[in-house]
């Protein structure tokens, strides 16, 4: 079965540093991964993906991750944070050998960016 | 593209009554999930529809939970004899034939 994980319910960075908000997952075949922020009250905004191809992708706003096969890990990085980056982060993957269609989100990780 | 489109945002009902919720793709999205988020959790899946087909039903849609999307087009979720514990925001997310799915704002509903 295919799962996520988020190993941190919160994160908190000053604003300027580098940030890293990490990701596991599990998977039977080969994953595709997801990042999604989400605001206050608001539905999930599509940050970036790995489907194939280079293992650092990027995305919005200045975000990247990296896919680590071997630690089955995509952790979300961006070299440096603005307090405006504070938000609830998700990781999602979708195993493409199940034969399921869902998408799993893990629990969330929440930024704090301190000014 | 006017992005996914939830009605309505909010809604407030009593214990025992039903309420539907309703979900616009984007256009030309033929893939469409329902998904239900309660506070301090990720979505969790409910549903998915491939055109009209619903193809695949998460063991947390009881019977009391039904969802349908006719023409393959917009899609509804129905929750009958609502409890407590529906009480969360049912998010509508579409998709093109490959990859990512968009989000909309959410529905919130609250069971009192």
């Known amino acids: 079965a295919q799962s996520v994980a988020q190993p941190e319910d919160q994160v908190n960075v000053a604003e300027g540093n580098p940030l890293t908000v990490k990701c596991t997952y599990s998977?039977?075949?080969?994953?595709?991964l997801f990042w999604y922020v989400q605001y206050p009250n608001r539905g999930l905004q599509f940050l970036l993906k790995?489907?194939?191809?280079?293992?650092l992708v990027k995305g919005s706003y200045g975000f990247e991750a990296e896919f680590n096969k071997s630690q089955t890990s995509f952790h979300l990085k961006k070299p440096s944070a603005l307090v405006s980056d504070s938000a609830l982060y998700f990781c999602?993957?979708?195993?493409?050998?199940?034969?399921?269609?869902?998408?799993?989100f893990g629990t969330g990780t929440r930024l704090k960016v301190l000014a | 593209d006017t992005g996914v489109s939830q009605d309505p945002r909010h809604k407030i009902t009593k214990r025992g009554q039903n309420v539907t919720f309703r979900c616009d793709p984007i256009?030309?999205?033929?893939?469409l999930y329902w998904y239900r988020q309660t506070l301090g959790q990720g979505p969790e899946f409910l549903t998915y529809?491939?055109?009209?087909?619903?193809?695949?039903k998460s063991r947390l849609l009881s019977d009391r939970f039904s969802a349908e999307r006719p023409k393959g087009s917009f899609s509804t979720l129905e929750i009958q004899r609502t409890e407590q514990g529906d009480s969360a925001m049912y998010l509508c997310?579409?998709?093109?034939?490959?990859?990512?799915?968009?989000f909309g704002e959410g529905s919130w509903l609250t069971v009192v």
């Open positions: 997310a579409s998709s093109p034939a490959l990859n990512t799915i968009y």
């Open positions: 998977v039977s075949g080969n994953p595709y």
């Open positions: 790995y489907i194939t191809g280079d293992n």
């Open positions: 999602a993957v979708r195993d493409n050998a199940s034969g399921t269609y869902k998408y799993i």
């Open positions: 256009s030309e999205h033929n893939r």
């Open positions: 529809f491939q055109n009209e087909a619903q193809l695949e």
